[in-house]
């Protein structure tokens, strides 16, 4: 497991569990032996090894793999070289994609600002953009596949506006993984991660009598064997043949799940009210000058975040090499504060925080790219 609240757990699955998972994508997707993969996560990641390893194996495609980590240029390059027509990734690197090479285009200047803030123009840009997007990469994708974290809403807007191919899967290495996701071609619901695969079973437990939210919960011949070694946390999470994800969320009336946020991040207000830290985070993250943020609640109750800035556009923005060192912080602390007035003011009044703090150091995360909270305490 990724261990994103905790020590890493080996999770034994068989041959059974992971071909029934990669057989059940046959009703979500068209694929065939014409179609080139382009690999660029861990293939220890069931994700990738499910989705851009049996899959197309299933289907008799060709996958092609990088042998370097994916940074921008070894993506461009493989792009141009493979043009692959489908690929899968987790939503940090689209994410990268848009705040660094689309996004900067349409804030280069207070004309183009205010033009993208109007919604028929920002619709006309995000079309042509999707359109150059789909050039970079390699001109012929027809499937992105994302998953193993939540994709910011804003990031996820642009992908609609765009015509991007895109899909959003949901699962956990427990269920080896997928236990739903979009349909190709079909309408996306935003925020959604599609509904459920064939052959799963999603449930709603504890739901909240008003709001329709409670733990997600599985049934399906993809959930695990169990924990290696470990008779104890497999009780905590497989009950009479149901698999007790630990995520919370909701199902509407036509069968799409929404993800509110893991269990065991949510914040409990001074009111009674649940705060879920990653949906405050994806509000930080829209502004371009951050590249990862965490929330979390001090003892007292109230709540901070630490963010992580993208130091090279900082140092372009104040001309940091023309000034002294104090001075830069001081800027760097009036520019937290302000972004902590603006999210403030996007968010619900019990969700407030009263400080952002600085994380000069990158966050340590998992092989998927998500946060490990365990780390940071306030």
């Known amino acids: 497991t990724s261990g994103t609240t ?53 289907h008799g495609s060709s996958i092609h793999y990088i042998d370097r980590a994916p940074t921008p240029t070894v993506l461009l390059k493989a792009f141009d070289t493979v043009k692959p027509t489908m690929m899968v990734s987790v939503p940090l690197i689209i994410e990268k994609i848009y705040k660094s090479k689309v996004l900067p285009k349409f804030t280069s200047s207070f004309i183009m600002r205010f033009l993208y803030s109007i919604f028929f123009f920002r619709k006309l840009f995000n079309r042509i953009a999707g359109k150059k997007l789909l050039e ?16 910011s809403p804003y990031v996820e807007e642009f992908l609609i506006e765009a015509n991007f191919p895109y899909i959003i899967g949901y699962g956990l290495t427990e269920t080896s993984p997928l236990l739903a996701g979009s ?20 449930k709603i437990r504890n739901k909240d009598p008003q709001t329709g939210e409670g733990e997600i919960i599985a049934k399906s011949p993809s959930v695990m064997m169990g924990y290696y070694k470990d008779k104890e946390q497999t009780a905590e999470v497989l009950e009479d043949g149901w698999f007790l994800t630990g995520d919370l969320g909701y199902i509407d009336k036509d069968g799409f799940l929404f993800i509110s946020g893991r269990s065991k991040n ?29 929330v979390m609640q001090r003892d007292d109750d109230k709540l901070i975040a630490r963010v992580h800035l993208d130091y090279e556009m900082i140092d372009k923005m104040f001309k940091a090499n023309k000034i002294p060192e104090g001075e830069v912080k001081e800027k760097i602390n009036n520019l937290l504060e302000e972004m902590r007035v603006d999210v403030n003011a996007q968010i619900s009044s019990f969700s407030r ?26």
Do not use: W
Not at 37 to 56: N, Y
Not at 183 to 202: H, P
């Open 136 to 151: 970079t990469f390699g001109g012929r994708l027809r499937f992105f596949g994302i998953g193993g974290a939540g994709i």
């Open 266 to 294: 949510v914040i409990i207000g001074s009111g009674g009210e649940n705060i879920y830290p990653e949906q405050i985070e994806a509000t930080i993250n829209q502004n371009e000058v951050v590249l990862d943020s965490l």
């Open 6 to 58: 905790g020590h890493s757990k080996g999770v034994m699955l068989s041959h059974k569990n992971i071909v029934t998972n990669a057989m059940s994508a046959f009703e979500k997707i068209s694929i065939t032996k014409e179609d080139v993969f382009l690999s660029i996560l861990p293939l220890a990641h069931t994700f990738e090894c499910t989705v851009g390893l049996i899959i197309p194996i299933l």
């Open 353 to 378: 925080m009263v400080k952002f703090v600085e994380q000069i150091d990158p966050f340590v995360k998992t092989p998927t790219k998500k946060i490990k909270r365990f780390l940071y305490t306030t």
């Open 183 to 202: 349909v190709l071609g079909d309408t996306i619901k935003k925020k959604s991660t599609g509904t459920a695969m064939a052959g799963v079973e999603l």
